[in-house]
């Protein structure tokens, strides 16, 4: 088996990777072990040091290393550089607060002294997706590694230069070889690396399916997951929302990555006496979009990332359709070379239509009609998702009180669904389980130890 490197703008072969055999697995798996027991001594301001250089090193390439997202899935150049430029956000997060929130914590009890320290457990195997390659990994290794673990990376078979170039940063900023490792393997050797001793965690982003068969393997072994898996997002519009400001926002929102983002808005319920005006709005910024050569830095929408997705979300659209929904605009493949799908509005969109119950991971939205507040939230929480949420409204204080009734890990008022390091992120649901980044996220992956002295 070998891994490929594509690029969806032209659908022509980048690169191609053998897999790693099994004894070469397990060799890297040996040294993940061996520099583990040496790497948990190290302290955090050794760590931090490391870190605070590998976040520079974002910082000056972000063009570099941005354009292999680009080549590899299609992201919009201008999109993959923040994206770089964000993993040196988590970086220096945790260089400079690692230390405080892990610092023993003193407990009186019965005790002469007791406390709680937070130890480090082993290798932590994340198991990335394609689409966000580098802030995706970024996040599960800042605090693992920071806490004392080692990572071992099983990214995403379609973008090996992303995950090849990511170790090299590592090795280049100065950490020991074999705390941070690349696996070049597919997803028939995951579970080789999860049997292993050293392994003692496994983050996982990716779909609903990959997370229930890791989680079901690694529960077995009793090793803990952290899972953010598949998201719905609700952008609920209430009558007193800003309609201009709001669908702009609606747009980024949901175009963003050229649609394929887990946290995208992907259901746009609008509340009747908004509706119209709303969809009028939205339809002008969308159909205002520049669709284009992903590396041209003024492109808004680039290919998707394959063939196969696009054939999937056009299934979506056109099954919704026969179901009574409306296109609005797009709806269709683009006639130019790769994977591109016109970005598109779905309304009329009502419950028993994929376009109401699926992820749609690509350029298209679902417009929803509602009476009130009270229907859309109802709308909200009609799904198996649970991950991300915004409501639009002046009136904060309505917001507040339809904060706690909406089923999500997050909600954001009059703003849209992002990952921010300094708070929790993750979801409910089959949305996944467990947090990343802040305080949380670096709590996922260590022993919480309580020592008692007498």
């Not at 054939?311 to 099954?319: L, P, R």
């Not at 009609?369 to 309505?398: M, Y």
């Not at 339809?402 to 649901?429: C, E, H, Q, W, Y």
């Amino acid at each position: 088996m070998s891994l490929t490197s594509t690029n969806p703008t032209t659908g022509n072969m980048l690169k191609e990777y053998p897999e790693l055999t099994d004894t070469e697995l397990d060799e890297k798996l040996t040294l993940a072990e061996s520099q583990f027991v040496s790497w948990k001594k190290t302290s955090f301001e050794e760590r931090a040091n490391l870190f605070l250089t590998l976040a520079g090193l974002f910082k000056s390439r972000g063009t570099e290393i941005g354009t292999l997202a680009t080549q590899e899935m299609g992201k919009p150049l201008a999109q993959a550089i923040a994206e770089v430029e964000k993993c040196a956000s988590v970086c220096e997060y945790y260089a400079h607060h690692a230390a405080t929130i892990l610092a023993e914590t003193s407990i009186a009890s019965d005790a002469s002294e007791s406390y709680v320290r937070f130890d480090p457990t082993g290798a932590v195997l994340a198991v990335m997706p394609w689409n966000f390659p580098f802030w995706q990994v970024m996040r599960f290794a800042a605090p693992a590694l920071m806490a004392g673990n080692v990572g071992l990376l099983k990214h995403a078979s379609n973008v090996p230069q992303c995950s090849e170039a990511l170790e090299d940063l590592f090795l280049e900023a100065g950490f020991p070889v074999g705390v941070f490792q690349n696996l070049l393997i597919g997803s028939a050797k995951v579970e080789r690396v999860i049997r292993h001793n050293i392994v003692q965690g496994v983050a996982l982003t990716g779909s609903e399916f990959a997370g229930s068969k890791v989680a079901a393997l690694a529960g077995s072994l009793i090793k803990k997951t952290v899972l953010e898996l598949g998201g719905s997002d609700p952008f609920i519009v209430l009558e007193d929302a800003d309609i201009e400001t709001t669908a702009a926002a609606a747009v980024k929102a949901r175009f963003q990555n050229n649609g394929q983002s887990c946290i995208a808005a992907k259901r746009f319920i609008i509340v009747d006496a908004v509706y119209d005006a709303f969809l009028s709005a939205f339809k002008t910024n969308v159909e205002a979009l520049v669709i284009g050569d992903p590396m041209d830095l003024t492109t808004a929408i680039g290919p998707m990332v394959n063939n196969s997705s696009r054939a999937e979300i056009e299934k979506q659209v056109a099954d919704s359709v026969a179901l009574g929904a409306v296109i609005e605009t797009g709806g269709a493949y683009l006639e130019r070379p790769g994977f591109y799908f016109a970005p598109t509005i779905l309304s009329n969109v009502k419950s028993g239509m994929p376009a109401y119950h699926d992820e749609l991971f690509g350029p298209v939205a679902s417009v929803i009609r509602v009476k009130d507040a009270e229907e859309a939230i109802h709308v909200a929480n009609d799904t198996v998702f649970g991950l991300g949420s915004s409501i639009w409204t002046k009136n904060l204080e309505l917001a507040k009180e339809l904060a706690p009734r909406i089923r999500a890990g997050s909600v954001f008022v009059n703003g849209m669904v992002k990952s921010d390091v300094r708070l929790p992120f993750g979801g409910t649901g089959i949305s996944g389980y467990g947090r990343e980044l802040s305080s949380y996220g670096i709590l996922e992956f260590v022993n919480i130890k309580t020592v008692w002295v007498k």
